[in-house]
Structure formats: C-alpha cells, structure tokens
C-alpha cells in the first residue's frame, strides 16, 4: 500500500512539473526577447544619433544643437529605464530622477557655453 502512493504521488509531482516548467520556459523566452529587442532599438537610436549629427556639421543649420540634446536626452532615459528594469527597480525613485535631471542640466549648460563662445 505504501508503494502505491509513493507512485502515485510521484506521478502528480511529475504531472504538476511538466506544465510550470514549460510555463517558465515561455516566460524566459519572452524575456530574452524583449532584451534583444530593446539592444536593436538602442544601437539605431544610436545610429540615428550619429547620422544627426553628421548631418548637422554638414549642413550647419542653426536648430541642430537642440535637436542633438532633446535626442541625446531621450537616448539617456530610455538607458536609463533600461537599466532600472535589468536592475529590478522602478526607476522613478527621486536619487534616479535627481541625477537624470542634473545630467539634462550640465548638458544644456554646456550647449549654452559652446553658443556663448561661438558668439551665437
């Protein structure tokens, strides 16, 4: 009698384990996928980024430096909430949004600097 529910309660746990294993094997996959996808969006973001500004020291058009920073700024958060997500925060903490916003100024600042130096 023993035997028979030692096999049978093996057989449940061998049941019960193929479905949470391929569930969990779908959610890996899923996983995996939407971290390649976020590289591929990142390096064109990228590419993007450094065709602009080819483009801008070819054409030297006036509104080529904010498009630059609103560019860069938007290259920065999406990293930035990528990382938060790999690194299982939220990202919206205030240190994270604090520092955000204080990179956002020194690079608006230092725009300002090279416009002032340029006699803009």
Known sequence: ???????????????????????????????????????CDAMQARERGQQREVECVQERCADCDKIMIQERAQLR???RNTLCFQAGTAGNSSVDCEGFALQLMEMHQAKN????????
């Open 1 to 39: 009698m023993k035997e028979r529910t030692t096999i049978l309660l093996l057989a449940a746990l061998l049941i019960a384990a193929i479905p949470i294993s391929s569930t969990l094997a779908a959610t890996n996959a899923q996983i995996t996928e939407s971290r390649a996808n976020y590289n």
């Open 77 to 79: 958060e999406l990293e």
């Open 113 to 120: 600097q090279q416009g002032i130096a340029s006699g803009r």
